[in-house]
Nanobody
Framework: QVQLVESGGGLVQAGGSLRLSCAASGSIFSIYTMGWYRHFPGRQRELVAT???????YYADSVKGRFAISRDNARNTVYLQMNSLKPEDTADYYC???????????WGQGTQVTVSS
């Protein structure tokens, strides 16, 4: 099993920055893709960014150019650097990890990001 521990959420003014961290532990040898999703009230969870073990990244258009995902494979940790935050970025952010052996995804507990104007 894989456990994901998230940190870094909080309250920030529009235009500010936050960095989210997600540390994976447990049976982590088969984790390939890690990423961040966010959930807006009344909407389904949506993809923010992903990164493979080899460093290939993907970003949603809504965050492209403002957010940056990175990964420290040695520490089994993925980060989401969020710059130029907007009120519309306010959401609960969830870390996800893909396990290639079990073919399942693991989720963190979620961390709230609130951006005030």
């Amino acid at each position: 099993q894989v456990q994901l521990v998230e940190s870094g959420g909080g309250l920030v003014q529009a235009g500010g920055s936050l960095r989210l961290s997600c540390a994976a532990s447990g049976s982590i040898f088969s984790i390939y893709t890690m990423g961040w999703y966010r959930h807006f009230p009344g909407r389904q969870r949506e993809l923010v960014a992903t990164i493979t073990r080899g460093g290939t990244t993907y970003y949603a258009d809504s965050v492209k150019g403002r957010f940056a995902i990175s990964r420290d494979n040695a520490r089994n940790t993925v980060y989401l650097q969020m710059n130029s935050l907007k009120p519309e970025d306010t959401a609960d952010y969830y870390c996800n990890a893909e396990d290639r052996v079990s073919n399942r995804g693991y989720w963190g507990q979620g961390t709230q990001v609130t951006v005030s104007s």
